[in-house]
């Protein structure tokens, strides 16, 4: 990658998003934002209830995280996004055509263990169910790439760098 990409690190909760995306960023030489910190407080209110967000809940805040992304295109960024639907995928790539996704992936029990583990997080381990049941893995038409999360973060972040520089760039 010659450009510097915006990165949007995806996956359910727990895959290790908040962890993983400074390190990224940093390996990258890049800003880093975290996706939680674009969600209005109703959002976060509503999760910390148990309650799942529906796709009414998540427009404005991928619209926020898009024009985010869009703002550092040819600079270069990491944010975070569960991203867990295509269309919301579509969203971000709408607002900022050269994003890339890194997909962190991992073992139902070993994210529900690291859940289990947080604290100060407002997403309770109550809700990784609707997580899955919601996630549509990257589609071999999106650009991006898969990185499983069972290793240390150093681990999980040079796979997600490796991974990154052997991506061609997206044709438009």
Do not use: C
């Not at 910190?37 to 799942?52: E, L, Q, R, V, W």
């Not at 381990?125 to 650009?143: M, N, R, Y």
């Not at 069972?150 to 052997?166: D, K, N, R, Y």
Request: no cysteine.
């Amino acid at each position: 990658m010659n450009t510097p990409q915006v990165v949007v690190v995806m996956g359910v909760a727990g895959t290790g998003k908040t962890t993983i995306g400074p390190l990224l960023a940093a390996r990258l030489g890049v800003p880093y934002a975290e996706g939680d910190d674009f969600h209005p407080p109703a959002n976060i209110a509503k999760m910390s209830a148990g309650t799942p967000l529906g796709d009414e809940d998540r427009w404005p805040w991928l619209d926020a995280i898009g024009e985010w992304a869009h703002r550092r295109a040819g600079l270069g960024g990491v944010v975070s996004s569960s991203a867990l639907k295509r269309s919301y995928r579509d969203r971000l790539r709408a607002a900022a055509p050269g994003v890339v996704f890194v997909h962190l992936t991992g073992d139902r029990a070993l994210i529900e263990d690291r859940m289990s583990h947080r604290e100060g997080h407002f997403m309770p381990t109550a809700l990784l169910d609707s997580q899955f049941a919601t996630l549509q893995p990257l589609g071999e038409d999106e650009f991006g790439v898969a990185v499983d999360v069972s290793g240390s973060p150093e681990e999980i972040t040079e796979q997600a760098v490796t991974a990154l520089a052997a991506l061609s760039e997206p044709t438009p």
